[in-house]
């Protein structure tokens, strides 16, 4: 007996000291998805997980860049669905019209279906099973880890490597119905009706372009769709200006990431507006588990904001607010709250979540349209350029495209990848 807990504490003290036993708490900051590291968990591997069947759903001639679908979290009966969840999601970014639709010519998609032993996620540890082991951390609605991302590499390895199929990037999708995910080495998302294509187009984006964000708040501003303010005379996407370049001029006097649970209590803020020349403004709020606008009350000095849905999903949400005629110099008090047919309802997965709040403020003659220069302001206030106002999804995740000059960076990038291809 003596000896088998020896041996057995002799293994343990030996995976221990290769992988963690258990992820770490990721950085809570910003309102999207957070990036890697996926810390290697107990029970990961450098060897590809049995059983693997694969699928062509989008393969043309000639070598191109492949973009492979994981299955984590379906059970063996569960293949057609895994499968059928993958092309719509494929036909969501690549059909006419979709975000990769201009490079449908340049990229092969398949799906990788691997058995799991349960169905679904697993909740602050992987699922017993799972190959990838998809987990989030906590019950809020945002990071998607995997726990053997040593075995997710050998799998797009074994693929890669493979006379049939390939894998240049791997996506790890999630059997679950609600918003999730990670960027990073691997694209991570889940089966979400209303957010998996969303994530998986914008996460894409940052790993084939590659570029950084568009979006405040957030913590790498970089590539084909990020400048310097100080080179406003050289763009890097001056071929592609509407007019003369010129920075527009916004302020953001509020952005917070709050991940108050509004059953526990209202959420309230303050900040100053930016002044007298600045004549229209937006909110935008992201929210999970409030199926309808008349569960929650956002109001602004106590004066209610207009806003309306009733679809009944309790997934993460995004809701913006024009103010067509700016707010008034001084003091504001932003309140979010629950109204009591809010407080009635049953909550969904992750709680009634006020995820980030945000206040954008534009000047008289600043133009919504087109390419130019416009400010966005990282986690810390510091201030770069990006092409467009809002028509990026790399900017606004519920935006269906990127701006033209992500749509021209990826392109160059994937021709650029398959001819290193071809040299190989
Ligand atoms: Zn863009």
Redesign the pocket.
């Known amino acids: 007996m003596l000896a088998r807990i020896a041996a057995l504490a002799l293994a343990l003290g030996t995976a221990a000291a290769q992988q963690a036993p258990f992820a770490p708490a990721p950085p809570a900051l910003g309102p999207h998805l957070p990036r890697d590291p996926a810390p290697s968990l107990a029970g990961d591997s450098s060897t590809p997980p049995p059983n693997m069947t694969l699928y062509p759903l989008s393969v043309g001639a000639g070598p191109r860049v492949a973009l492979t679908f994981f299955s984590d979290g379906y059970t063996a009966p569960q293949e057609a669905r895994f499968v059928a969840d993958a092309r719509a999601l494929t036909a969501a970014v690549l059909d006419d019209g979709g975000a990769f639709g201009h490079v449908r010519d340049l990229v092969d998609v398949w799906a990788v279906f691997v058995p799991s032993e349960h169905e679904g996620l697993g909740k602050d540890a992987p699922l017993e099973g799972a190959p990838f082991g998809l987990y989030r951390h906590g019950p809020e609605l945002r990071g998607v880890y995997p726990a053997y991302p040593g075995r997710a590499r050998a799998a797009c390895d074994y693929w890669r490597g493979a006379g049939t199929g390939g894998c240049d990037q791997a996506i790890l999708l999630g059997n679950d119905g609600l918003y999730g995910g990670l960027g990073g080495e691997f694209t991570v998302i889940t089966a979400s009706a209303e957010n998996g294509a969303q994530v998986l187009r914008h996460e894409l984006?940052h790993s084939l372009i590659p570029?950084g964000e568009?979006y405040d708040g957030g913590e790498v501003y970089s590539g084909?769709?990020a400048e310097r303010a100080e080179n406003i005379q050289q763009l890097k996407w001056a071929a592609f200006l509407d007019a003369a370049p010129r920075i527009e001029d916004a302020k953001v006097p509020l952005q917070a990431y709050p991940w108050h649970d509004l059953d526990g209590g209202a959420w309230s803020a303050a900040f100053t507006s930016s002044g007298a020349g600045y004549t229209s403004a937006l909110v935008r709020l992201s929210l999970s588990s409030i199926p309808r606008s008349a569960h929650l009350l956002v109001a602004l000095n106590g004066v209610a904001l207009a806003m309306h849905w009733a679809d009944g999903s309790r997934d993460r949400r995004w809701v913006q607010v024009e103010l067509p005629f700016g707010l008034a110099p001084g003091s504001w008090n932003v309140t979010v709250a629950l109204t009591a047919e809010g407080r009635a309802a049953e909550a969904g997965q992750g709680g009634k979540m006020i995820s980030s709040f945000e206040v954008i403020e534009y000047a008289e003659g600043f133009r919504k349209g087109g390419v130019g220069a416009y400010p966005t302001y990282d986690v810390r206030g510091h201030m770069t350029l990006?092409?467009?106002n809002e028509e990026?999804?790399?900017?606004d995740v519920t935006y269906p495209n990127?701006?033209p000059?992500?749509?021209h960076?990826l392109r160059a990038a994937l021709l650029k990848r398959i001819e290193k291809k071809k040299d190989a």
Do not use: K
């Not at 990026?392 to 900017?395: E, P, Q």
């Open positions: 984006g570029v568009e084909v769709n990006r092409p467009t990026c999804l790399m900017r990127f701006c000059v992500c749509a960076g």
